[in-house]
């Protein structure tokens, strides 16, 4: 686990932030608004006896305390979805509205997607783009259990996704995972720099074309579960270094700009982005983005950029 | 399989909804509205809905939910879709106690009683426990098959 040593200038209270990787991570579940009210299906855990706690921050979001939270009839009704607690920040900070285009463009196995499309009532259109036909079939048995029906699955490579103009996109990006360690040890073993950076010409490609995919005025939201700068800042502040150099050579073209906007969840506790990493300057804004780490919340860990495209 | 068959399997072909509702109507007297918010497609021998909206210019794997099978006579309704649209129906309806909803969510087949299957003719029906849809049953003579998809079964007691 020793990866984790070369975050110890970044991470606050570096003794907890090591302390809580091999302390397991309860279960979770979002209750699927667009098939039963709130309080009814509190009702139903109760009388079931199954027992939960609500999130402080987010009413829809509960911790479940049983053993397969999957198999519970909730579940397989469609009622609730099993997803992790942070998972749920993207697309609030995402924040589609009923009617809105929205583009998900990496989005097996559907968490976000099916929270995106219960935000908007089942009404306007998202668009579930997953190249991996094995985890297309998750993303739709999730889409069709939760009864999203503003969903359609499109196949291509994100960076070649061909085109669009959408009011939000999403880039819940490949990653090493860092933050999921306490849902599966393991995950530091595999983690490693080279590996990082590997994924990050991935990352800034989705990025990229995402920006390119969205209107004038729109939102693109940049989330990932790890901690490597490599694969989080660095990754922002390339791809919205690259997409101003491309309107530098192309004269023909409208200059494209974006700027980050400052991501906030009241009732859970960030950290700001990081604007330094390794003696490489990533520019102040990415102060803007947030961190969340497993010990300030008692969850996961997860990185959260939201950018406006002007 | 040729490249031919898998382009022809991923197209999407628009139906008009008045068939569709059609075809439920005549099997569960559900009226031509509630499917007056959505578009239809056919694909293969399967039909599927989305929230009527513009569909931009792509290639897809999927749009909106599988609805319908239609490979066997009768059609078949997915479970998937009972539980969007089923709320309206009006009849093929069977209403199960606690105890039959659970063996009816593991998958299993059971003699349903006259009371819960009021009025059934023998087909595809609509399953409820306390008002609420548990998804689609094959009713045949008293007897009640479940047509729940395996990954979304209850696990058995004792198993």
Redesign the interface.
């Known amino acids: 686990m020793d990866f984790l040593d070369r975050y110890r200038d970044i991470v606050p209270d570096w003794e907890a932030f090591r302390a809580i990787q091999s302390r397991p991570l309860y279960s979770s579940a979002r209750i699927n608004t667009l098939?039963i009210e709130r309080e009814v299906l509190l009702e139903r855990l109760t009388e079931e006896a199954v027992p939960y706690r609500r999130f402080d921050w987010y009413p829809l979001g509960l911790k479940i305390d049983v053993e397969s939270p999957g198999?519970l009839?909730e579940n397989?009704?469609?009622h609730i979805h099993i997803q992790e607690e942070l998972s749920m920040v993207p697309p609030l900070v995402l924040g589609p509205i009923p009617g809105e285009?929205i583009l998900d463009l990496c989005a097996s196995p559907g968490s976000k997607t099916t929270q995106i499309s219960a935000m908007m009532e089942?009404?306007?259109?998202v668009?579930a783009n997953e190249p991996s036909l094995a985890r297309?079939a998750a993303l739709?048995?999730n889409?069709?259990?939760l009864?999203?029906?503003?969903?359609?699955?499109?196949?291509?490579d994100g960076r070649n996704f061909?085109?669009?103009s959408f009011d939000r996109v999403l880039v819940d990006a490949p990653c090493s995972a860092e933050g999921r360690e306490r849902r599966g040890p393991g995950v530091l073993e595999r983690s490693n720099c080279k590996r990082s950076l590997d994924l990050s010409v991935l990352q800034i490609g989705l990025l990229k074309n995402a920006l390119r995919l969205t209107k004038p005025g729109g939102v693109v939201v940049y989330s990932t579960c790890t901690y490597a700068p490599e694969e989080n800042e660095m990754v922002v502040s390339a791809a919205l270094n690259e997409i101003a150099k491309t309107n530098e050579s192309d004269e023909a073209e409208e200059p494209t700009k974006a700027h980050l906007e400052r991501v906030v969840i009241p009732g859970l506790q960030e950290c700001p982005g990081i604007s330094e990493w390794n003696g490489r300057d990533l520019g102040r804004e990415m102060s803007l983005s947030a961190r969340y780490y497993p010990h300030m919340n008692d969850t996961g860990g997860f990185f959260v950029a939201k950018i406006i495209k002007s | 399989m040729s490249q031919r068959s898998s382009r022809v399997r991923n197209v999407f072909l628009p139906l008009e909804p008045a068939a569709v509702a059609e075809l439920w109507d005549s099997r569960f007297g559900i009226p031509a509205e509630a499917f007056s918010g959505y578009r239809f497609f056919k694909k293969a021998n399967s039909i599927w809905a989305i929230s009527d909206v513009e569909l931009p210019r792509l290639s897809y794997e999927a749009i909106g939910m599988r609805i319908m099978n239609c490979k066997d006579r009768p059609w078949k309704p997915t479970t998937a879709a009972l539980q969007v649209f089923g709320k309206y129906a009006a009849r093929n309806l069977v209403h199960l106690d606690a105890d039959s909803a659970r063996i009816f969510l593991e998958g299993k087949s059971q003699e349903v009683g006259e009371a819960a299957a009021m009025e059934c003719e023998p087909g595809y029906v609509v399953v409820f426990y306390r008002g609420e849809i548990l998804g689609c049953g094959l009713y045949s003579h008293g007897l009640l098959v479940s047509q729940i998809p395996k990954e979304r079964r209850l696990a058995s007691r004792g198993e």
């Open positions: 098939k198999k009839v397989l009704l469609g285009n089942n009404r306007g259109l668009i297309v739709r048995s889409c069709e259990r009864g999203a029906m503003n969903v359609a699955i499109t196949r291509y061909p085109r669009g």
